[in-house]
């Protein structure tokens, strides 16, 4: 695998990050069979932290046999479940393992979830979080109490350029950068405007030279799917018009691969934009079909193809 | 004796106004003079993803997202001294939960609520 590190900073190509599927039992040979999905098309896969407030394997777990099977795991690490005491141990004891690329989110709240009457935490917001991990790869936790034999982390952050107020999502970014955050994965959306305004500001402010921007998409198969996300995921909108296209096609899974399709031709063609996180609800063949489309990603990047 | 009245006093005003949940170390300057831990999140740097496309709060969809009413004060409230307008772009530390329960007027005159801990940085 080409270093992650490497390609976020000279970006010599579009960088293909996707979401790693939450799992529930099984041992390490149900994580490579699910790995096995996307290890040839990716740069990275994220391992989640409980998403959508569910439980689910941990994100240490879950990051370290990633890591071990020769993928490079971005972790997740949510505000929501951990106090600031678990959630430096986590980020210190995943790196032990070589775990050395972060995501940090603020997370949906636990009333978006199936355990409604959990103990929120939030003990640290997410731009806090940043900063506390940054304090780890400089080799001091929070305390300032050193660390021995501190790892260089890569962090990173998500933001949400579809949610308002919009100018402030740009100010947001900005703050998360200055933290230290080296790259952003943004929220799914389907306001084109929405996403091409907040790469203008993202661009003006300097934020996406100093860090990787990377719009998500999300693969699926049915309009049920986008009403799903749109009447019960925290912080995605998806406009009638959009799911009416889906509903109307003759053939709703094609008509859903190729709104998929146009985004991130469209995500990628805007200045500022370093790559396109992919969330698959598919699970078939769209996500080989659509990085090999677009000539994305390990597997089929012409400059792959040329070094290979 | 002033330690245990100022908490009382510092709620009877500050409740009623500002929601003031005495987290003992106030921002409310820096917030547009809205208490950024009356956000079902706490977060004392918002808003979050989940804010609703109307704007209302992902958790309370009935109330409109702390963060949300705090940026549009702080840029439209009138009589806010510029410096205080500013100062919500600045990334603000982690909660003291030392402090809970405490007034912040002791601690804004005594400086403890400017003390953040040793490995603290912004950026």
Redesign the interface.
């Known amino acids: 695998m080409e270093d992650f590190g490497g390609l976020l900073a000279d970006r010599r190509r579009p960088i293909v990050t996707a979401e790693f599927p939450s799992l529930d039992g099984g041992d390490l040979d149900t994580v490579a069979a699910a790995l096995d999905h996307y290890r040839p098309y990716v740069d990275a896969v994220n391992i989640t932290d409980n998403p959508a407030a569910h439980a689910h394997a941990s994100n240490v777990s879950m990051a370290i046999a990633v890591k071990q099977l020769g993928v490079e795991p971005i972790m997740q690490v949510v505000?929501?479940d951990k106090n600031?005491l678990a959630a430096q141990a986590d980020v210190v004891g995943a790196s032990m393992h070589g775990v050395t690329t972060f995501c940090a989110l603020?997370g949906?709240?636990v009333?978006?979830g199936d355990e409604p009457e959990a103990r929120?935490v939030?003990?640290?917001?997410?731009?806090?979080l940043i900063?506390?991990m940054?304090?780890i790869s400089r080799g001091?936790?929070?305390?300032?109490?050193e660390l021995k034999h501190p790892k260089e982390l890569l962090i990173g952050a998500?933001?949400?350029p579809f949610?308002?107020?919009p100018e402030?999502r740009v100010?947001?970014a900005?703050?998360k950068v200055?933290?230290?955050a080296r790259f952003l994965q943004l929220?799914i959306g389907y306001e084109p405007h929405a996403l091409e305004s907040f790469m203008a500001g993202v661009v003006a402010n300097g934020v996406a030279e100093r860090a990787a921007i990377l719009p998500t998409v999300i693969l699926t198969k049915s309009p049920g799917a986008l009403r799903f996300m749109d009447g019960q995921v925290?912080?995605i909108?998806v406009p009638a018009p959009v799911i009416d296209r889906i509903a109307n096609a003759e053939d709703a899974a094609e008509e859903s691969y190729l709104l998929v399709r146009e985004q991130v031709e469209h995500a990628l063609a805007l200045p500022g934009v370093a790559g396109v996180h992919i969330t698959d609800f598919r699970h078939d063949d769209s996500l080989r079909r659509l990085v090999s489309d677009l000539a994305l990603g390990p597997a089929f990047a012409p400059s792959a193809a040329a070094t290979a | 004796m002033l330690r245990k009245l100022l908490p009382v006093v510092e709620h009877v005003v500050k409740g009623p106004v500002w929601d003031c949940q005495m987290c003992g170390q106030c921002v409310l300057h820096s917030t547009g003079m809205t208490c950024p831990m009356t956000c079902?999140?706490?977060?004392?740097?918002?808003?979050?993803?989940?804010?609703?496309?109307d704007?209302k709060c992902?958790?309370k969809p009935e109330m409109r997202?702390v963060?949300?009413k705090a940026?549009?004060r702080a840029e439209n409230m009138p009589l806010l001294p510029k410096t205080w307008r500013e100062e919500i772009?600045h990334?603000r530390?982690?909660?003291n939960?030392e402090l809970k329960g405490d007034s912040s007027w002791l601690n804004l005159v005594s400086g403890r609520d400017r003390q953040t801990?040793?490995?603290?940085?912004?950026?």
């Open positions: 505000c929501r600031r603020t949906d709240d009333t978006a929120r939030f003990d640290l917001d997410s731009p806090q900063s506390v940054n304090g001091h936790y929070l305390s300032g109490r998500v933001e949400n949610a308002p107020p402030v100010r947001r900005k703050m200055d933290a230290g929220q925290p912080g909108h | 079902p999140k706490t977060l004392r740097n918002g808003p979050c993803g989940g804010v609703r496309p704007g992902e958790v997202c963060w949300v940026h549009d772009t990334m530390p982690p909660v939960n801990p040793a490995g603290w940085q912004e950026g």
